[in-house]
């Protein structure tokens, strides 16, 4: 059996040229694609009895997690139309008893965006240096009147319990940066401890064997590699 | 006196029923339509009116209908334009008093020229859209009548053919004649008549694919473009009872009417169920086929349904003779 995109051009050419199909077969087709498709389940969904099967990443609306935001402004002005409002204060945080000088920090006041300017581009949660602001889902928050569609930080913040957990990386990724940084870190540290542990061993003398061999066989490969490096 | 009370009793109850049938079977065949054609394209149509599966939504609209303004052009010739949704929709209800649905005196009024008669009056149907498309003062609607006219000429005469085979086959014009004499073996031998009047009786409604006339897309509705509220429910109303009629006739000229199992009491069901039947082919070609362009229509009349409209009748004529 040889199907169509098997044939050379030429002799689906001729084929056609030739009219081998019955005239009519393709009234008969069509035909025949309406009646299968009226015996299928319909594509669309009864909405506001049925909730809709949103994309994992569905673009709803823009949440803020306030605790994040240092405001820095980046989003309202990389915003095109305008539509973020910030109000802050700055307040000055005391010396630490330890030393140092006063230092001041900014307060969020006001956070609100303007649905009804808004254009969902996404650029200010692209920009946002702390993930402060986030996709979410919700779609249902239709108004009356055009001027209920600026939110404040209240429901901006409420929208966020909303926005789903980031998507998983792949079992082979690389470590985030964050993760990477401070394991790198921690491995730092731990090497060097049990460097310590084996130079006080060493000076001491008549160590317990146990101990000996669980600090070689943990630890050798890493601590030679590295502490001698250093040293 | 007694036997003329009995008479006008009669008259009056057989009129009740057609009106009855007239009012109701249109609007199931639209409510067909919106389901039918929904779930087709993959949609479920209309599901709040009325609560189960929207069955009122067709009520909704006319009650949605009646309200609305009925606007006459300030151009418009006033009297015409206001006339021609009752000469759109009367003709089916006139014809539908001679059609047998059942066996015996089934049938509003028994009319020795009773073929004749309804396809005479289906013409005056076509003349209310044309009536609309001149007085609306609209080159849309202009153009729309202008499309029809020429649509009336170019189909009446196959529909015409078609039917006078099936009449020099049963040698009468009276529909339950007709009937009367339908053998099973007249299905192969008029199956291209069938074709011919289904196919030119659709173009006659401005049914899809043949719609040139109102093609919404390209002149707005056509002779319907200026009218509103319930002239405009008229129309609609019109092009139903229409195919209802259309459908009809064709089960009674070509599928043996109520010819079926227990004929004799459950006639009238075969003929309801038939023309049921048809009418969802009705739909069903709307939602399959493309618009013919208006030369394609005109080609598709005069060199297709012409010369098979005169092949049937040699066929016919032939193995009467015989």
């Known amino acids: 059996v040889t199907t169509e995109s098997e044939q050379p051009a030429h002799e689906k050419g001729q084929q056609r040229g030739s009219g081998r199909e019955l005239p009519g077969v393709g009234l008969v087709k069509g035909l025949a694609t309406t009646l299968k498709t009226m015996t299928k389940h319909a594509h669309t969904v009864q909405y506001p009895d049925q909730a809709p099967e949103l994309a994992p990443r569905t673009r709803g609306v823009i949440a803020l997690l306030e605790e994040n935001c240092t405001v820095c402004m980046l989003c309202a002005r990389e915003c095109p139309d305008w539509c973020i409002y910030i109000d802050s204060h700055k307040e000055t945080v005391p010396a630490p008893p330890s030393g140092g000088r006063e230092r001041t920090r900014n307060v969020l006041d006001r956070f609100a965006i303007d649905f009804s300017l808004c254009m969902y581009c996404g650029i200010c949660i692209e920009v946002c240096p702390f993930d402060a602001l986030e996709w979410s889902p919700e779609f249902e928050y239709a108004e009356f009147d055009i001027k209920d569609l600026l939110h404040e930080r209240d429901r901006l913040r409420e929208w966020f319990w909303t926005v789903p957990a980031p998507v998983a990386l792949d079992p082979a990724a690389q470590d985030p940066k964050e993760i990477a940084q401070a394991q790198k870190v921690a491995d730092k540290r731990l090497t060097a401890q049990k460097a310590a542990e084996i130079v006080a061993l060493a000076d001491g003398g008549d160590a317990p064997a146990d101990v000996n061999r669980e600090a070689s066989g943990e630890a050798d490969t890493e601590a030679d590699g590295r502490t001698d490096g250093d040293g | ?322």
């Open chain 2, 1 to 322: 006196m007694d036997g003329t009370a009995h008479w006008w009793l009669e008259v009056a109850l057989r009129l009740v029923v057609i009106l009855g049938f007239f009012l109701v079977v249109p609007l199931l065949v639209g409510q067909m339509e919106h389901k039918a054609m929904a779930h087709m394209q993959g949609r479920l149509g209309p599901m709040r009116a009325g609560g189960f599966h929207g069955w009122a939504q067709l009520i909704a609209d006319g009650v949605k209908f009646a309200q609305k303004e009925s606007v006459v052009p300030a151009a418009a010739d006033r009297l015409v334009f206001q006339l021609a949704p009752a000469v759109a929709l009367l003709p089916y209800l006139v014809a539908l008093v001679v059609v047998p649905i059942g066996p015996g005196t089934q049938v509003g009024v028994e009319l020795d020229l009773g073929l004749f008669f309804v396809l005479a009056v289906m013409g005056v149907g076509v003349l209310g859209t044309l009536m609309g498309g001149w007085a609306s003062a609209n080159k849309y609607s202009l153009l729309g009548g202008i499309r029809t006219a020429a649509q009336l000429m170019a189909y009446e005469l196959p529909m015409l053919l078609s039917a006078a085979s099936v009449a020099m086959a049963a040698g009468t014009l009276s529909l339950s004649a007709i009937v009367d004499k339908w053998q099973w073996w007249w299905l192969p031998w008029q199956l291209i008549g069938a074709f011919v009047f289904f196919t030119s009786g659709l173009a006659e409604l401005q049914r899809p694919p043949f719609d040139m006339p109102v093609a919404d897309s390209e002149i707005i509705f056509g002779p319907y473009t200026e009218y509103t509220g319930l002239r405009f429910a008229f129309f609609l109303l019109a092009e139903y009872a229409g195919i209802v009629l259309l459908c009809l006739l064709t089960s009674v000229l070509f599928l043996g009417g109520w010819h079926g199992p227990f004929s004799a009491h459950l006639g009238w069901l075969w003929t309801v169920l038939k023309t049921l039947v048809l009418s969802f082919v009705v739909i069903w070609l709307r939602v399959s086929y493309p618009r013919l362009r208006e030369d394609q229509l005109q080609r598709f009349a005069w060199t297709a349904l012409i010369p098979l409209a005169l092949a049937q009748l040699a066929i016919t004529g032939v193995v009467r003779v015989l």
